[in-house]
């Protein structure tokens, strides 16, 4: 996914940024750059490969190289950024978070009127934040620019600028589905994707930004150029998965919401008569999954226990290498069990989603390879149906690619795919079939999704506010 953070004060900022973007580190693995502005020396930038090694690692010496009364940093997990870009409305540096899925579509619109071009990497891919920019300049302002881009963008773009006077210009995603907060200290203001990453360096939050909102931010205060759009649908994966235990979106804390959510599973456990008295213990499949059964531990009465643990210190992030194949080794090579705790046990999981089921095929066999007697498994969130056509939370390429769309193919054949709506209810004839399927293949003794409605519940905004497209196809 990405996420960006940048600030904006009278003296040298770029100490606060160096911390505020790597404690964005959790949201992405593939690049990472700081970009800075002094009134002397204008604009400097830094960009780094962080697929093996980490953000602070990468950027040390950039603290003693660069310099800047404004700076920005960004986390991504796609192309390089920030950009420093040259146009018609002036020199800026550039970041965006999100993806744009009629990427060649603009691309060729582009090139089809502007007479100009784009910088071709590996395969004549083109730079997303360059396509971005490209849309930005089209227009003779940046509060014109980010709004084309936006409405012209098919997914998601929150957009964070350096201006060429040392200002920040933030804009959140038209329809929100991606956070965007302000925080204010003593030495300035910043903007973040996560709230706690400002609150460890001394701001406070003054401003979320609505749907679609732009600001611009100085030492001395806060402007808004554009007023929030009337939509928002907020990503429901931020609190399930992607977000960090120690933030919040829309005021809602993410662990908090983690608890909440694994008690409404335990609660429709018991209400649909599953046995939760004939568990040994509850655990999480680390790490997200882990406060989910948190909460349906202490909801159930089971005891939590941690039946094997990750080995992190030399493989921290499981969204690397690349590779699949290679993601599933390490997946494999990370798991140490407890044998007391799983040694003729009958044992329940959490685990946050099941999108292709890959892992967790393998989670479930070294579990039983080490003695377990039995494993249930329990999904924080519904069945997804759909891929991702916002955010590309996962690498699904294709809905098939979904292990739900890949079991109702084999009872049903193309026709399921009409009733994905039974599919996804538990107390349908489909909804049952489907479950039992996933069951035999991946041998689980048994195995529930939290439901739609007990979702938003545990979230607790209003659901009109929420996106849930991938289990429903619903806008």
């Not at 920030?82 to 579509?105: F, K, M, Q, W």
């Not at 107390?427 to 041998?443: L, P, W």
Request: glycine share 10%.
């Amino acid at each position: 996914m990405g996420g960006f953070f940048g600030a904006v004060g009278h003296t040298n900022v770029l100490p606060n940024v160096f911390f505020g973007t790597d404690y964005h580190s959790h949201l992405g693995t593939r690049r990472a750059g700081l970009a800075a502005w002094d009134p002397e020396m204008g604009h400097q930038r830094e960009i780094h490969n962080i697929e093996n090694t980490l953000f602070r690692t990468r950027f040390e010496k950039a603290l003693d190289e660069m310099s800047g009364t404004s700076a920005v940093g960004v986390i991504s997990d796609t192309d390089p950024q920030p950009l420093l870009i040259r146009s018609n409305l002036g020199t800026y540096a550039l970041c965006t978070v999100g993806v744009i899925h009629n990427y060649e579509d603009l691309i060729s619109q582009y090139l089809s009127f502007s007479g100009g071009h784009f910088e071709a990497m590996r395969g004549g891919h083109v730079n997303v934040t360059e396509l971005t920019a490209a849309m930005i300049d089209q227009k003779s302002s940046f509060v014109e620019g980010i709004q084309f881009a936006q409405k012209v963008i098919e997914g998601a773009a929150s957009i964070l600028i350096l201006c060429d006077n040392g200002h920040l210009i933030a804009a959140r995603d038209r329809t929100g589905r991606l956070p965007v907060l302000i925080g204010h200290g003593e030495e300035g203001y910043c903007v973040s994707f996560e709230d706690f990453a400002y609150q460890k360096l001394g701001y406070e939050t003054v401003h979320e930004l609505g749907p679609g909102e732009i600001v611009e931010l100085t030492a001395e205060g806060l402007t808004q150029l554009a007023p929030p759009g009337p939509v928002k649908r907020i990503c429901a994966f931020l609190w399930t998965y992607y977000g960090y235990p120690t933030s919040s979106y829309e005021g809602v804390n993410v662990e908090a919401m983690r608890y909440r959510n694994g008690e409404i599973l335990a609660r429709q456990d018991k209400e649909a008569g599953f046995q939760q008295e004939n568990i040994d213990y509850v655990g999480g499949v680390p790490d997200s999954g882990t406060p989910h059964a948190i909460g349906y531990a202490n909801r159930s009465g089971v005891h939590f226990a941690r039946a094997f643990i990750k080995y992190t210190p030399t493989w921290s992030r499981s969204f690397m290498p690349a590779s699949q194949t290679d993601r599933n080794k390490i997946a494999k090579m990370k798991q140490i069990p407890i044998h007391e705790l799983i040694k003729d046990k009958n044992l329940l999981f959490v685990d946050d989603s099941i999108v292709r089921g890959t892992q967790l095929r393998e989670t479930v066999e070294f579990l039983y390879d080490n003695g377990a007697r039995s494993v249930h498994m329990r999904s924080a969130c519904p069945p997804i149906m759909y891929g991702c056509k916002y955010l590309n939370f996962s690498r699904a390429t294709s809905d098939m690619e979904l292990i739900t769309r890949q079991v109702i193919m084999e009872l049903e054949g193309e026709e399921g795919f009409q009733h994905l709506e039974e599919y996804a209810d538990s107390s349908t004839e489909r909804g049952k079939n489907m479950r039992k399927a996933i069951c035999d293949r991946f041998h689980f003794a048994s195995l529930e999704f939290q439901s739609l409605e007990g979702l938003i519940e545990a979230i607790g905004i209003a659901p009109c506010d929420v996106c849930t497209y991938c289990w429903n196809g619903k806008e």
